[in-house]
């Protein structure tokens, strides 16, 4: 049966054990029932922010291994300029036995991305910093995102969804003003990108086949990066359509006899 059960902490109540055992308990089952179908993943939270020299990571709840950890406070991780491919990664540490609790934790760090990514890792997201340059996190359009150099690329990160990893919000929500910026005609453009605005998140299968539809090409499987590179195209092809049809509309003028 369904249960709402609230602990009453009155004076002259004895404090008991079951009342503390339900505060111990109700948050992490709730949680646990509220994400049990996600697959490991940033389930909330976790927005990198660049700074001079390190990276602030947000408090958020990531899932790994059917756990959730939570983290409470914002977290600044130093990096440096190697001109190589460094990945920002949380690590997952071995459970720790202590007298009263089990605790397990993970560590954050960046990381070279050739360096080994095994099942206790989930990436943040990733750059490619040039001695002496500064390492930039706003974008001049949706395909900017994708720049190689000097740019930090959250496309990579693994953001929870059903069953399957899925983009972060904000790469869809950016996606979504730009395509309605551009005044697409096409119908499933304005479908989609209002989607990826009123949602909390817009699952990996639900990108994948606007793309096919979108595309004219059958469903298969893209990587993140893959996803946006298509996603860009589709930009870019609206963008021409609107252009297109502005142009062919023209001005109107009307002359009087």
Not at 29 to 41: A, K, V
Not at 85 to 107: C, H, I, N
Not at 116 to 137: I, V
Not at 155 to 167: P, Q, S
Request: proline share 3%; aromatic share 10%.
């Amino acid at each position: 049966m369904f249960t709402h059960i609230v602990p009453k902490f009155e004076k002259g109540r004895i404090l008991k054990t079951g009342m503390l055992e339900n505060l111990r308990d109700y948050p992490r089952s709730f949680l646990d029932i509220r994400y049990q179908d996600y697959s490991d993943g940033i389930i909330e939270g976790t927005s990198v922010t660049v700074r001079q020299d390190v990276l602030c990571v947000s408090p958020g709840i990531i899932k790994h291994a059917g756990r959730l950890y939570l983290m409470e406070e914002e977290q600044e991780i130093p990096y440096s300029a190697t001109g190589r491919e460094m990945v920002l990664k949380v690590r997952f540490l071995e459970g720790a036995d202590q007298p009263d609790f089990t605790r397990y934790s993970a560590e954050i760090l960046v990381e070279a991305a050739e360096a080994s990514s095994g099942t206790d890792e989930l990436e943040l997201g990733r750059f490619k910093l040039k001695t002496g340059a500064e390492l930039r996190s706003d974008y001049q359009d949706f395909s900017d995102m994708a720049t190689e150099y000097n740019t930090w690329n959250s496309i990579t990160a693994h953001y929870a969804g059903k069953r399957e990893v899925t983009l972060r919000p904000e790469i869809l929500h950016y996606f979504a003003a730009e395509m309605l910026n551009s005044r697409a005609a096409d119908p499933q453009d304005s479908v989609f990108a209002l989607m990826c605005l009123n949602t909390e998140r817009v699952e990996r299968k639900t990108i994948l086949y606007y793309i096919s539809s979108r595309s004219g090409s059958e469903y298969r499987e893209y990587s993140n990066m893959e996803i946006h590179h298509e996603l860009s195209r589709i930009l870019s092809a609206s963008g021409r359509t609107a252009s297109l049809r502005r142009t062919a509309l023209g001005p109107q003028r009307m002359i009087v006899d």
